[in-house]
């Protein structure tokens, strides 16, 4: 295949004089991107418009290709085959140059322009353009197919960094012009020779130059000089070094020379297009040391003034085409620079020898995978190593899902993609790792997923054994149909069938040789683990490829996963085992003191045969608990109150694999004790007595003293032997106090009791005709009967729910009242003493009736629905929720 930026081509075939083509049958991997215009001039990468006959040629309707410069580039070490030395300078302009060398109002016309690096890419070029340019985001038209135009007249090219050291590499693709520049003359300036010898009339002049001739007796630097007998010549300082051996041939079409320089403290190589020159040992007035001077391309580096006369050295530009420049600050060994020569060759020589070739890429990869095991893909880049070659994976779902996203890892790759790539001059395998997702479910169907490759970037033609492929995965996974028993003892010991599928067979032997030559066949037994939660079995029988037997080892907890590993490939059984709980519970002693600190024995089964941190809890209360045996525990009581409390001992409390037993018996903290009271009796008011004794708790658990059956107003706990109560109303003597805490009682004791005052009795009440007392008078009564106390108790007088405006105590049995204002009838009437209440049974009190006087008005519509005026006594002194009727209907609403 040629050279170029061949995209969608058509492949013809001509045998004796017949033909036949098929369009659009053709492309390289990605041709070497002739950009004329940028799809994004702002981003420093972007698609680039292909060109493949030029900006201005005769094809333009093929102009509609794109490529992508950022895949395109493949940077110093994929081009050149570099890996472990950094270029000092590279211009490459095999993507197109964008470098401004020439023209109306160019950079270079006449002044030299510095330059950063050599890459000569826009908008990442080694120059800016001009704006004219910049707008219409075209290259000029003198810079074609990556060749740069030097016109021998003034262009030139300085780099902003100098050659540091005498040793140095300089490889260089060229084509000189051995003609006159437009003025007609050469490019040193002179008129060329005539005749012209060999199509040969002027010198092309100076290719690339640091020569320092700034100090004329001490002249450094080099520079490569094409004279006009098609010599190459490598200057060092002023002075003549070392020529090519044979004149450069003439080329045609677009090919070029390749020259590699290599300089040393002691001598000089040149090869050109392959052929090495007779190497030049430094005598003492040659000097190959860098100077002041920056690398110069299209020119000498220098001129100086004779002191003989000899007036200004020209710096003789060069007039012919450059496509890439490389220098590296070190001599390279053979193979490396072999390595970038074969680039440059690849790149720019016509025909080469060898010819080029990118070689291709075998794919080598399993069809078949199983899930617990990891693919290997190999891409092996094999036959030619020219040029950079980079090619994408993709892995994608096919039906590898499994429930998990993806249902596989590419263990060198971003999310199942990525690119990999070989440099230039490199051959050998690149290997990429799958690893299924195991999700640890038998299943019998296969499932697969697609890996897809393509060459991304190609600098020549490389072809690639397969784009696409299948992988299968086979699922590996035993699967557990049942458990039985589905339980068993804290020490172990249990019989554990598991049935189910995939259980490998287990009775394979391979043949082993002897030392005597016969064949022995070894058991090879695979390897099997079950576990019960996380405790392996103690013993593991395998029984056939669908039952196991498991002897269980010791272990606690419950809802436990049973998990069978066959080979690294387990499966599992959600809560499919219990160790037995804790059982046949009892403690001793059977209650203690609510300060609790003392120790309780407990004796039961499947504690555990280690400890696992049992938890007692009494109540709700937990004991600091120490394991002793499978059957022992003890207990460090904690302070509480309460009686007949669920006695529990767990193991994993508050998990999912708590395993408890309760013991059969319940047990209780001490009851409480009262041994002293402050007051038995009721003298006036209501009293607060003080209550002494012990089991009251160490903190507040809201005891309750009762008076009798009825509990104190309030019950205030004070300490573990002190309360303190409110005595409630009520009647009656000899009331025992007693003491309730969370379902304990302290003992009734006759020591320990509360007499209330008698009752008062109401007999009779004097000094008041009842039917005739007027609602808003202030009548006097005498009330007569007992018990309204030896000296005055303050008592007060009811008369229903209100109580009289005063109450004068006249003696235990006699008491005189202002009765209040009020309305109603058959009112009992009470006297209270204290919080104790006497109701007479017999006598009752009548408020006048009210009488109605006046009404307005005294007529109205039958429809209602309007105001009417009741005026009249014994209403009330306030609003007692009257009601008005009209014979038996009330108004809609009375106030």
Known sequence: TPRGALHERSVTIEVAGQKDMLEKAF??????????????????????LLDQDGAHGMNESLKKVWCNIENERAGVTGRLGLYSHSLALWLDASTGSDLET?????????????????????????????????????????????????????????????????????????????????????????????????????AP?????????????????????????????????SQTGLYSSQPLKTLVGGCMHILTIETS??????????????????????????????????????????????????????????????????????????RVERALVSRWQCNPVPPVDGGHISVRAQELVQESSTLRVELERMGG?????????????????????????????????????????????????????????????????MMKLDIVYAEFMVHLSIRGKTIEIENNDPHISAVFPRNGPAVGGATVTVTGLGFQRNDTR??????????????????????????????????????????????????LTVRVNVEGNYTEEQRAFDYNPPADIQFHPPSAPTTGAV???????????????????????????????????????????????????????????????????????????????????????????????????????????????????????????????????????????????????STPLPDFTFSYLPTPVVQSVSNLVWASQAAPGAANITVVGAHFGLTNSNPKVLIGDTFALSTLWISGSSVAAQVAPGVGKDLSLAVQVYAQVGVS?????????????????????????????????????????QTVLFDEIECLHSS
């Open 27 to 48: 492309s390289f991997g990605s041709p070497s991107c002739g950009a004329i215009a940028d799809a994004e001039p702002t981003a420093t990468d972007g698609y680039y």
């Open 510 to 559: 391979i043949s082993v040789m002897m030392p005597d030559a016969s064949i022995f066949l070894q058991p090879a037994p695979r390897m099997y683990d079950m576990r019960l939660g996380d405790t392996s079995c103690r013993q593991l029988e395998w029984i056939s490829e669908t039952s196991l037997v498991c002897v269980s080892a010791a272990g606690t907890g419950g809802a």
């Open 599 to 745: 120790v309780l024995t407990v004796i039961g089964t499947n504690f555990g045969t280690s400890d696992y941190d049992a938890i007692v809890e009494i109540g709700t209360t937990r004991c600091e608990s120490m394991w002793t045996s499978d059957t022992s525990l003890s207990c460090i009581l904690a302070p509480g109150v309460g009686a007949r409390l669920d006695f529990n001992v767990s193991l994993y409390k508050d998990t999912e694999h708590e395993s408890s037993g309760k013991s059969a018996e319940a047990w209780s903290y001490q009851s409480p004790v009262l041994t002293h009271v402050s007051l038995n009796r009721q003298i006036g008011a209501l009293p607060i007595v003080a209550l002494v004794g012990h089991g009251f708790g160490l903190l507040d658990y809201t005891p309750v003293v009762m008076v009798g059956n009825v509990p104190c107003t309030e019950s205030v706990w004070l300490s573990d032997r002190s309360l303190s109560c409110l005595v409630p109303p009520g009647s009656g003597s000899n009331q025992p106090f007693t003491v309730h805490l969370a379902g304990a009682v």
């Open 841 to 881: 049974n017999a006598s009752v009190f009548n408020y006048h009736a009210p009488v109605i006087t006046h009404v307005d008005p005294i007529t109205g519509p039958a429809a209602g629905n309007f105001s009417l005026t009741v005026l009249g006594s014994n209403f009330g002194e306030i609003d007692y929720n």
């Open 102 to 202: 020439s023209g109306p109002g160019g950079q270079l016309h006449g002044t030299p322009a510095y330059v950063d690096r050599w890459h000569a890419r826009w908008p990442v070029a080694a120059l800016a353009l001009p704006q004219v340019y910049a707008t219409a985001h075209m290259r000029p038209f003198y810079a074609k197919e990556g060749l740069v135009t030097f016109d021998g007249i003034d262009d030139v090219l300085v780099s902003t960094v100098k050659r540091e050291t005498r040793n140095a590499t300089l490889f260089v693709a060229f084509r000189p012009n051995f003609g006159t520049r437009p003025d007609g003359k050469c490019p040193s300036g002179a008129n060329p020779a005539n005749p012209v010898i060999a199509g040969r009339a002027c």
């Open 205 to 237: 002049g100076w290719i690339l130059s640091d020569n320092d001739l700034s100090d004329a007796r001490h002249p450094k630097g080099m520079g490569i000089h094409v004279g006009r007998d098609g010599l190459v010549e490598a200057v060092i300082g």
């Open 385 to 449: 190593s020219d040029g950079y070659v980079s090619l994408s994976f993709l892995f994608e779902n096919g039906t590898a899902l499994y429930g998990v996203d993806g249902g596989f890892r590419v263990l060198n790759g971003t999310n199942g993609s990525g690119l990999i790539s070989w440099d230039h001059g490199e051959l050998g395998t690149r290997v990429l790792f799958v690893e299924p997702i195991q999700d640890h479910l038998w299943n019998d169907a296969r499932k697969n997923f």
């Open 265 to 338: 403290a002691a001598q000089i190589k040149m090869w050109v297009d392959g052929s090495r020159s007779p190497d030049l040992s430094f005598q003492s007035f040659l000097d190959a040391r860098s100077g002041s001077i920056n690398m110069t391309i299209g020119a000498r580096g220098t001129h100086y003034i004779s002191g003989m006369g000899g007036g200004i050295v020209d710096q003789d530009h060069f007039a012919g085409l450059i496509s890439e420049v490389v220098v590296v600050e070190t001599v390279l060994d053979d193979v490396q620079r072999a």
